[in-house]
């Protein structure tokens, strides 16, 4: 799914937020979260900074629909 980000940034105001964040902080927060949500952030993020990312999970979904995949036994014997 391509985002038109010339369309996207005349109907959203550019914001810029600037936090007092150490390296050390968002290590803490990371930590603190359970796994489920850590995991969740993460590919969050990825995804936010990968367009490459995105694109092998819709890729990986179009296979699955269309039958291109390998059962585990398959795989791994």
Same mark, same amino acid.
């Not at 993020?45 to 291109?68: C, F």
């Given at each position: 799914?391509a985002?038109d @980000? =010339? &369309? @996207?940034? =005349?109907?959203?105001p +550019? $914001?810029?937020? /600037?936090i007092s964040? &150490?390296?050390?902080d968002?290590?803490l927060?990371? +930590? &603190?979260?359970?796994d489920?949500d850590?995991?969740f952030f993460i590919?969050?993020?990825?995804s936010?900074?990968s367009?490459?990312y995105? =694109? &092998?999970?819709?890729?990986?979904? =179009?296979d699955y /629909?269309?039958?291109? $995949?390998l059962?585990h036994k398959e795989?791994?014997?």
């Amino acid at each position: 799914m391509a985002i038109d @980000t =010339k &369309s @996207t940034e =005349k109907q959203i105001p +550019k $914001v810029e937020l /600037k936090i007092s964040l &150490s390296l050390n902080d968002l290590i803490l927060a990371l +930590k &603190s979260l359970d796994d489920e949500d850590r995991e969740f952030f993460i590919e969050n993020l990825l995804s936010a900074l990968s367009p490459e990312y995105l =694109k &092998s999970i819709e890729d990986a979904r =179009k296979d699955y /629909k269309e039958g291109r $995949v390998l059962s585990h036994k398959e795989v791994f014997g």
